[in-house]
């Protein structure tokens, strides 16, 4: 095979492996295991019993092992060659390795893989001696997979996933394009396994996902064609892919090492992040009895930079002639394209500093990091025309929140700033916090899905004892427990701005209810509460009906996806037959009946103000719609869906 033909057939290969996804069965499945009892052997006999399954099987090892005579990264010659195996592609395909072994892994009969727990031990073995990848990383497939993948969900991927850290890789013609219906997975992971140095086809990066890696979905965005899904990987409770004992190989020589999980806790980049994703539990922690029970931490502030915003010496062509084309424009999209820190401050020049009109730049789904966010920060000092700036989906962590910190104390026309996704924890808030308590414009700020414990929701609340200008805060997909909620309870008895705040896929629970549900009689300015896929059952419910009496502003109760039941359906519904100012109540996915359905229905006849009740995917057979049709048919105008 010519260089260019093995180019074009490695593009083919990596393009389905890339894009094999509508193959899971997002179902749970038995764990994979029995292979971890098996010895470590050669690449030809760990083969041997696959030559029924695939017949050429035995040929395409030995081109392998011919090919992995010196491996990278310290692995076995017999280790390389059963990754390279893994990444060969031949016709047919159904008696290809890698798409036979990921068949066998969605499928629910465990027995078929028996034939393959020597090679799944062997690969198994030279995958997680190779270096971990901790990273965003990006799948995808030219269908619209998004119906699939729900919000607040927890999936697995049962198959081995191949993915890219490059974003330009998956939008090239050869693969997704930039035309046409696609679904674009963005993954926060934290076990994966680079293979470059061991593929048959090493001219791209890959990045390996294990076999039965569990993902929460944590964010979407509709593009039009394009559907950008966010996962985060999660442990699981218990190993849904059996560890190996693993063994270090030098050439033929091994040598037996403790065993090692795929769940293991994973040491960060920084300091911050490693302490969030060992997966500590903050809910064991003693509830605490006071807002203050230890001082605040206190962190070094950064001094104002003298950075230069000088046209810059690093040049983008595609990224300058883009601004270019939109010098005069009010609205810069340039989210997925792939950009870095140093193209920041080529945006910093040309965007936020010779563009007087510009009042809103998206820049989500790049690469940006801490410097990256130090030359929009200095840009943000002088500018006087910025309204909202969208940063989500990079990794500027808490050093890049310092600088952009820096900036708020300064810019006076800045109203929203989005940091979805960008590994911020505690510090990252603090420094955000104590620059809002100077800002007198900034009204939204969106923090979901990073890494804040109680410890930053406490800084935070201090700030929101004082400003009053925010008016929405997003902590959604956080590590936020009822000891979190209690700060923030006891900053809005006090707080007269903020109107919005989310804070779904957290870990509150009853109590943290009860103390936000206390708050909620003193408040007079808090209008809509996310309070979804937490762990709220019907005793936080009872909370929320006896506050649902007193309260005289909340419009907007969203509980989806918690443990309420009948029980707390009917004291929400007796709430609701005095509260007289609530629109709208979802309560899907509850573990909602008949009984509740009716209790609900019961409630609102009295109530004339609730115009939308949202009870789907919960257990509502043909009596209790029956209570409800009967409703819709006396109001409409009111909506309900189950």
Same mark, same amino acid.
């Given at each position: 095979?010519?260089? +260019?033909? +093995? ?33 470590? &052997? ?35 010659? $017999? ?18 390795? !890698? ?35 901790? =990273?965003? &990383? ?55 396994? $680079? ?11 890959? &990045? ?43 050439? =033929?020589?091994?040598?037996? +090492? ?47 930079? @003298? ?18 084309? +939109?010098? @005069? ?13 140093? *193209? ?38 002088? /500018? ?13 962590? /808490?050093?890049?929140?310092? !600088? ?29 916090? *104590? ?10 700020? #969106? ?18 004892? %004082? @400003? ?13 427990? #009822? ?26 629970? *009853? ?6 549900? =206390? ?26 009906? *006896? ?23 009917? !004291? ?17 996915? @509850?573990?909602?009946?008949? %009984? ?38 006396? #109001? ?7």
């Amino acid at each position: 095979m010519t260089t +260019k033909g +093995k180019k074009e057939e490695g593009i083919t290969q990596r393009y389905l492996r890339i894009t094999d996804i509508a193959k899971e069965p997002l179902d749970f499945l038995s764990p994979i295991c029995g292979y971890e009892k098996m010895p470590l &052997v050669s690449l030809e006999e760990a083969v041997e019993k696959l030559v029924n399954l695939l017949p050429t099987i035995q040929s395409h090892a030995y081109i392998a092992k011919q090919k992995c005579k010196k491996p990278a990264d310290g692995l076995s010659p $017999d280790e390389s060659a059963s990754i390279m195996l893994y990444t060969m592609g031949w016709e047919p395909l159904d008696e290809c390795l !890698y798409f036979v072994l990921n068949d066998t892994l969605r499928s629910a009969n465990r027995q078929k893989l028996k034939p393959w727990f020597l090679y799944l031990r062997l690969f198994l073995n030279g995958l997680l001696r190779l270096p971990l990848i901790r =990273d965003v &990383v990006h799948r995808g497939i030219r269908m619209d997979l998004s119906k699939e993948y729900r919000m607040g969900e927890t999936i697995i991927w049962w198959g081995f996933s191949s993915c890219t850290t490059a974003l330009n890789v998956l939008q090239s013609a050869q693969f997704l394009g930039k035309t046409g219906t696609r679904t674009m997975f963005t993954i926060q992971c934290e076990s994966g396994r $680079d293979i470059c140095n061991h593929s048959y086809f090493s001219s791209e990066d890959e &990045v390996l996902l294990l076999a039965a890696t569990q993902f929460k979905v944590i964010g979407y965005l509709d593009q039009g064609d394009l559907h950008v899904i966010h996962l985060k990987e999660e442990p699981s409770p218990f190993p849904l892919l059996q560890p190996v004992p693993l063994v270090s190989s030098s050439n =033929d020589s091994t040598t037996s +090492k403790p065993a090692v999980s795929q769940t293991k806790s994973i040491s960060s980049k920084t300091d911050q992040t490693s302490e969030t994703f060992s997966s500590v539990n903050l809910a064991s922690k003693p509830a605490i009895t006071s807002v203050q029970p230890k001082p605040l931490k206190t962190f070094p502030t950064s001094q104002p930079t @003298n950075v230069s915003l000088s046209q810059p010496q690093y040049r983008n062509p595609e990224l300058e002639k883009k601004l270019a084309e +939109k010098k @005069n424009a009010a609205k810069l999209e340039l989210e997925l394209m792939n950009l870095t820190d140093e *193209d920041m401050e080529i945006v910093a020049h040309y965007a936020l500093k010779n563009n007087t009109k510009l009042t809103s730049l998206n820049i989500n789904s790049n690469k940006i990091q801490a410097l990256g966010a130090l030359h929009l920060s200095n840009a943000l000092r002088q /500018n006087k025309t910025l309204t909202t700036l969208r940063l989500g989906l990079n990794r500027i962590e /808490n050093k890049g929140a310092q !600088y952009l910190s820096d900036a708020l104390r300064q810019n006076a026309t800045l109203t929203t700033l989005e940091l979805v996704c960008n590994f911020i924890g505690d510090e990252g808030v603090q420094h955000l916090s *104590d620059a809002l308590q100077q800002n007198k414009t900034l009204t939204t700020i #969106d923090l979901e899905t990073n890494v804040i414990t109680c410890e930053g929701v406490r800084y935070l609340s201090e700030t929101l004892r %004082q @400003n009053r200008t925010l008016s929405t805060i997003s902590l959604n997909t956080n590590d936020i427990n #009822d000891n979190g909620m209690q700060y923030l309870s006891d900053a809005l008895r006090q707080n007269k701005g903020l109107t919005i705040l989310e804070v779904k896929s957290n870990s509150i629970g *009853d109590q943290g209810v009860q103390y936000f549900s =206390d708050a909620l009689r003193q408040n007079t300015t808090l209008t809509t509460i996310d309070l979804g896929f937490n762990k709220i059952a019907a005793e936080g419910a009872h909370y929320l009906s *006896d506050a649902l009496r007193q309260n005289k502003t909340l419009t907007t109760l969203n509980l989806r996806k918690n443990q309420i039941g009948d029980k707390g359906a009917q !004291y929400l519904s007796d709430g609701l037959r005095q509260n007289k100012t609530l629109t709208t109540l979802i309560l899907e996915d @509850n573990q909602i009946g008949d %009984q509740g359905a009716q209790y609900l229905s019961d409630a609102l006849r009295q109530n004339k103000t609730l115009t939308g009740l949202y009870l789907q995917d919960n257990q509502i057979e043909a009596e209790g719609g029956k209570h409800l049709n009967g409703l819709k048919n006396r #109001d409409p105008c009111l909506y309900v869906i189950w």
